[in-house]
């Protein structure tokens, strides 16, 4: 046994547990205003946030202390007072930011509220399927890549497409396969008025907010979202099918991308948006896949598993696994055109 590995490997577990612990802070924070009534406040005190948030002193005491601790607030020490800094507000109190954090908190609370199905899961092999998880997965799942796609999909990833912006600009019809929340179709609907847009999934709620979502921003006249598997939505000679964070989620993502040929208009191209993954797990030993691999340990693999479960690609497939099911599917372009921290953007045509 060594001593010193021993105190190291203790020390990076008890700081995974505060930063568990943290995410708790965090998403209290976030629900009851207080980063927001930090941002651009200067150094304040436990008593002026409680003056300004309604919320009470000795509670907001500990946990600007607990915030402080874990860098997400500064203190000065001089002046017994806390403040939040431009770059923490970026990611702790702008919803807009394209690296805004604190709703993604739901889902690995829904992991824990969801761990008994998650137990009986592993020891059966049996599958879980999306809608049998608590509902904060599927609010912080697409919180978690709302603002990701909010920064990239309409000014860099699509423009990377050969072609592809063009087409959206003349009118063409569009399938956002596995669309959630709808917040994808949306922004390209937003920026395409004279194309049209199609959202499938089959989870109902997630189509209700769907709908909800189109609603408010305006753009119903050419958004629809319908309940549809990966294999059966109808066939409207789509110019442009996407595949945004799901492929890896179904049962058959052959058979998947197969329909997605046999729907594709002449010249159309499926665009694929898959979490950022190397193709060997010694390359992907990082924070970031170790979220992914965590995900897809209770989630996505849970999910493709309930639905047979033919290949089950999980969240960290890499460029080469889902390039052969394209081939596989009858593909015979397949390209990298994008990548961020977090995905993989990918361009196919037949």
Known sequence: MDQNKLESFVARAVSDLSSAYGGVMVSIGNKLGLYKAMAGAGPITAQELAASTGCAERYLQEWLNAQAAGGYVDYHSASNTYELSPEQAMVLAD????????????????????????????RTGKGVAWGEHSSGLHCGSAAFYRNGYRASLVPEWLP???????????????????????????????????????????????????????????VTDRVAFDKARATDYPDRQYGLICFFDC??????????????????????????????????????LSTVSRLFYSASSTI???????EGGTLVLGAQAGQARLERVFREAGFSHFRLVAKTPFNLILEARL
């Open 247 to 284: 492929l890896h989620d179904l049962g058959d993502p052959v058979a998947s991308v197969r329909h997605a040929a046999r729907t594709l208009a002449p010249g159309g191209t499926v665009m694929l948006v898959e979490p950022f993954a190397e193709d060997h797990v010694g390359d992907n």
């Open 160 to 218: 990377a497409l050969e072609g592809v912006v063009g087409q959206l600009d003349r009118g063409i019809n569009v399938a956002d396969v596995g669309c959630g929340h709808g917040y994808s179709t949306v922004l390209m609907a937003r920026a395409f008025p004279q194309s049209s847009f199609y959202g499938f999934d089959v989870h109902e709620p997630s189509l209700s907010e769907a709908r909800e979502n189109a609603t408010t921003e305006g």
């Open 300 to 306: 996505c693999c849970a999910h493709s598993i309930s």
């Open 95 to 122: 919803e807009s930011s394209p690296v805004f954090i604190p709703p993604a908190w739901q889902t690995p609370a829904s992991m824990w509220f969801d761990e008994d199905k998650t137990l009986e899961a592993f």
